[in-house]
């Protein structure tokens, strides 16, 4: 899985005070959980865009100055304001090469259902996934391949099963599926009725 650089400072303040005086002057306090202890640190809010703004899943580089450790991480939690979306507090999971994490990867879409060739509807049911694995084995996404849907077909997440991770949802969790669409169903009925006319004709 693709990595973020995020640089950072050790708070030497958790207050509340000292937390809006960070937030004012553009930084985010975040908390590091999943070692000895927690470790409390910002960053300037810039920082963040291209890992909570994107679709995209990423483990995290914290880096805390020069001559202080860094670690990986992932994202665990993030409050925004519910008014203007700003990113007011953010918590990272430490991560272990040993130890296995969860989290949450997006599906991507491969190949071409023939049932949408004939005209149905393509319906991702699910956008992300939720796995648990090593972090070496994380992966940027998970591929569904639609190759095999016909018209009507789902393709269910015991489909997409990899001995690099685990999938963490029912066998009967629907990824996506391929739904008759109205102009399928119309064309459907009116090839049904032409077919009947001619019946209909020599019985007369």
């Given amino acids: 899985m693709k990595s973020i650089t995020i640089k950072g400072s ?6 509340k005070v000292a937390t809006k005086a960070l937030r004012n002057a553009g930084a985010v306090p975040c908390v590091l959980y999943g070692g000895n202890q927690p470790v409390h640190f910002s960053a300037d809010e810039r920082a963040f865009k291209t890992l909570v703004y994107t679709p995209n899943a990423h483990t995290v580089v914290i880096e805390l100055g020069e001559g202080k450790p860094s670690f990986n991480a992932v994202l665990q939690d993030i409050q925004v304001h519910p008014v203007s979306d700003k990113i007011l507090h953010i918590d990272f999971f ?12 997006p599906v991507k879409i491969t190949g071409v259902s023939p049932g949408v060739l004939l005209g149905g509807d393509l319906r991702l049911n699910t956008r ?13 996404f998970i591929e569904a391949n639609i190759s095999g849907l016909e018209m009507g077909n789902k393709l269910y997440v015991t489909k997409l099963v990899s001995e690099k991770y685990k999938l963490i949802h029912p066998d009967n969790t ?15 009925q009116e090839a049904a009725k032409a077919a009947k006319a001619p019946a209909a004709k020599k019985k007369k």
Avoid: H
């Avoid at 050790?10 to 207050?15: K, L, M, P, T």
């Avoid at 430490?94 to 990867?105: A, P, R, S």
């Avoid at 996934?129 to 992966?139: D, E, G, I, Y």
């Avoid at 629907?174 to 459907?188: D, E, G, L, T």
């Fill in 174 to 188: 629907v990824v996506c599926q391929v739904r008759i669409s109205r102009a399928a169903m119309k064309a459907a």
């Fill in 94 to 105: 430490q991560l272990f090469d040993d130890k296995e994490i969860t989290m949450e990867v």
């Fill in 128 to 140: 992300r996934l939720k796995v648990k694995a090593l972090p070496k084995n994380l992966p940027d």
């Fill in 10 to 15: 050790e708070r030497e303040s958790v207050g």
